[in-house]
């Protein structure tokens, strides 16, 4: 699929703000916890994003009254973490740093509706960030660091920007796939195109290739566009995605079908990690202290399930003091799930 891609469509290999995030009108299909919908403790997953908000509000520091530490959020999407920190913390400052023009207007626009003060986004990329030397007491990253076309650029950053004693908090995708390769495709509609989407996954090297065709939303390309759209709905699913198979329809005959319709044909390469490996890169950019703990969205995640499936009826006052309590555990306890990185004290 990639060879035929290559050839049907040739790309231009641009980062993953122009590749995705700039093309899809909304993250999550407007489904974030606090920021598009209010908690709701019958959900898994609102256990598993308020959980780790409170593991990332865990690692600010102590400090006087009428002082107010500062939180750099890289690539927040739509806004998540950056605005419900925030919220969380009414007495820090919360910078959202977003290298897509569009998810950071869609940022500013939820932060307003929400009436969120204390945090401000901009577009910036990570490997060049407008933030002034050792002005950040907590640097968080959800599923983004990952994102970065040099990632050890963005942690060189990071370091730079943290001031001394100050934590890096990361959550990423632990690169462990069931077998050497996996492909899978996407049938999207963006803002203003209909998008097909495939994404080659390699164990190692750890790397993904995510390849976008953008098309009309209306002519021959968006009927094509359409029934691929049906058939996929039957198809075995991985990682959120349509699983490519030998000989599936969603394959290289699709491409045939849909590259002369196509307006644009993108592509980003990006780095994958083990935990081991990420420790590493973050050591060598001058990190003192890096460990590992548990992942505290799933330890979050799973508590959820549970209660869901019994039954448990929860307030939302007793939900947020139950996934504050698991996602401070979680972030003390040592694991693979996520990392934090801080920057010594001897720098002072």
Not at 64 to 78: A, F
Not at 205 to 231: F, K, S
Not at 254 to 267: C, G, I
């Amino acid at each position: 699929m990639e060879r035929a891609w290559q050839e049907l469509a040739p790309v231009s290999w641009v980062d993953s703000s122009q590749a995705n995030y700039d093309l899809l009108p909304f993250q999550r299909y407007r489904q974030l916890p606090f920021v598009d919908i209010p908690y709701d403790p019958r959900r898994e997953e609102h256990w598993a994003d308020a959980s780790r908000i409170a593991d990332f509000v865990s690692w600010l520091p102590t400090v006087e009254s009428g002082e107010r530490s500062t939180v750099l959020d890289i690539g927040p999407g739509d806004g998540w973490p950056s605005i419900p920190i925030a919220d969380t913390r009414e007495d820090v400052r919360v910078i959202g740093l977003e290298p897509s023009s569009r998810r950071t207007l869609i940022c500013k626009r939820n932060a307003r509706r929400l009436n969120i003060n204390n945090v401000c986004f901009l577009m910036a990329s990570a490997m060049k960030m407008p933030i002034a030397d050792e002005s950040v007491d907590l640097v968080t990253a959800s599923y983004s660091l990952e994102e970065v076309t040099d990632s050890q650029q963005a942690m060189r950053e990071i370091y730079r920007v943290l001031r001394p004693g100050g934590f890096f908090r990361v959550a990423y995708q632990q690169w462990d796939l069931p077998v050497q390769e996996l492909e899978s495709v996407s049938l999207l509609e963006g803002d203003s195109k209909l998008l097909f989407q495939y994404i080659r996954r390699v164990r190692e090297p750890r790397l993904e290739r995510r390849y976008t065709l953008a098309l009309g939303m209306d002519g021959p390309g968006a009927v094509i566009h359409r029934e691929a759209l049906i058939t996929s709905a039957s198809e075995p699913r991985v990682l959120g995605e349509t699983r490519l198979d030998p000989g599936s329809p969603l394959g290289p005959n699709l491409l045939v079908q849909l590259a002369s319709y196509a307006t644009s044909s993108l592509a980003v390469e990006l780095r994958r990690w083990t935990t081991d490996e990420l420790i590493t890169d973050l050591e060598q950019v001058g990190f003192s202290e890096v460990w590992g703990t548990l992942h505290s969205g799933e330890r979050g995640r799973v508590y959820g399930r549970e209660q869901i499936a019994e039954d448990v009826e929860i307030e939302l006052r007793d939900f947020n003091v139950l996934a504050e309590e698991i996602g401070v555990r979680a972030a003390a306890t040592e694991g693979t799930g996520m990392v934090t990185a801080q920057r010594s004290l001897r720098d002072f």
